[in-house]
Each structure stands twice: as C-alpha cells, then as structure tokens.
C-alpha cells in the first residue's frame, strides 16, 4: 500500500504494517510530535484534524503512531443476548502497526476499554488506543505498559451500557472523523489523525519545520532576538 492510498471504508480489511511503516512510525514518535503536524496539516488547508482536548493519555511519557483500526460504540440500555460478539471480533483484526480508535459519542455512561482489551491488542501488534470515552483497569494498563489516550475513568463494565456495533468503518473521535487506515498520533500535547491520502506531504512537511526550529531554538538561546530569528527561518 502506498502511503498516498485513500483506503476505502468497511471493506477496508488492512494487512500488517511493512517495516518500512514501523520506521516511519518510529521517525515520527522520535522526531516530530503532534503540534508541528497539526501546522502540516493547516499548511495544505487540511485543518481542524485534531481531537477534542479532553482526550488525555494515562501516562505523560504515552506517544504512538500507527494507522487507525477503527471500533464504533453506542450507548445501549438492555443487555443483549451475545454483547461482546462485536467487541471480540474488532480486537481480534487488529494488524501489527495499528492504532485502535473508538468512538463512543463521547459517551461517560459505557467503559468500552480496560486491560484485557489491552492485552489482547498489544498482543496483536497495536501500537496504541485512543477511546472517546471512559475507560478501566487503569493501573493495569500503565502496568501492562499499553499506551492509551482517553477523556475520563469508570469502573464499569459495557455489558448492559454499550454495544459495539461496526468496525473499520469512519468513526467520530474527539470530534474528528477517522478513517480506517488513516495515521494517528499521539502524544502530551493531543492527539492528530492525519488522511492517509496526506501523510507522506504531511510528514515531509512536519520534518523540515522541526529543522527549523531546531535551528531557531539555537538561534534563541545565543541571545538573537525573536524578531530576528522569526524573519530569517519563518516558524514560531
């Protein structure tokens, strides 16, 4: 798959990550971070690719990128006759290179993720998992050592209170929609879903302003002056 690939919906099934990938997922989470592709992005007009700042990870050290393997949630109030088939099914095509991405409506009466989801997609090969909602068994997590992004913890189960009903389909996530295999990353600052049709512009672009940041960084702190260091590399 090029990276220049729009991937279709639904029937968009996703293969492993090449090693080419991981590199680049690696180059991302040790080079770049989320603000400077986010200026990548408005720098190509494509904007507002951000989720919602309520969307936390449950350590500061937490940062990831991967392509999106997408699970859509809704709130239910009755407890259907086989509630986790979905669920189980969705973990289960999890891909080496993938980022979970659940949407939920940002719901806070369903907890659609604790450890044992966590397991089971680190298992598979996911790099990480940003919920739009609650989540628990938070302390086994960090202790599992999977990276997760979510708005908020309750000690509940889904079953009765959430239903997965899709998966691999465009989903809504901290107000962003996401494709199945678009990129996400991850870090303190938020989280950006990147079209896959973009990230290789996106990340080329993110690249080279890093450049000139670093170069106005040591500018600054030999003492030139802002105005000066502005007008001469263009990057606040």
Not at 70 to 86: F, G, Q, R, S, W
Not at 88 to 104: F, K, Q, R
Not at 108 to 121: F, H, I, K, M, Y
Request: charged letters at 25%; hydrophobic letters at 45%.
């Amino acid at each position: 798959m090029s990276l220049n690939t729009v991937l279709p919906a639904r029937r968009y099934k996703g293969r492993p990550a090449t090693s080419g990938e991981l590199e680049l997922f690696k180059h991302i989470e040790t080079n770049l971070y989320t603000a400077v592709l986010s200026d990548a992005l408005d720098e190509i007009g494509v904007r507002d690719r951000v989720m919602r700042e309520n969307l936390r990870p449950i350590a500061p050290e937490v940062t990831f990128a991967g392509w999106a393997r997408t699970v859509l949630c809704m709130d239910v109030h009755y407890i259907p006759e086989d509630p986790y088939a979905l669920e189980i099914e969705a973990v289960d095509s999890i891909l080496p290179g993938e980022v979970v991405v659940v949407g939920t409506g940002a719901s806070v009466r369903n907890a659609p993720w604790g450890e044992l989801l966590s397991t089971a997609a680190m298992a598979r090969g996911a790099r990480g998992a940003v919920i739009d909602g609650l989540i628990r068994d938070v302390k086994k997590i960090l202790q599992l050592g999977f990276p997760v992004f979510a708005s908020g913890m309750k000690p509940v189960d889904s079953r009765g209170r959430g239903l997965v009903v899709d998966y691999n389909i465009p989903v809504e996530c901290g107000a962003v929609t996401v494709t199945p295999g678009d990129l996400i990353v991850a870090d303190f600052d938020g989280v950006v879903a990147v079209p896959s049709g973009v990230v290789q512009e996106v990340v080329s672009l993110a690249t080279e302003k890093v450049s000139r940041e670093n170069s106005s960084r040591t500018e600054l702190m030999n003492g030139k002056f802002l105005r000066d260091v502005f007008d001469k590399f263009g990057v606040l």
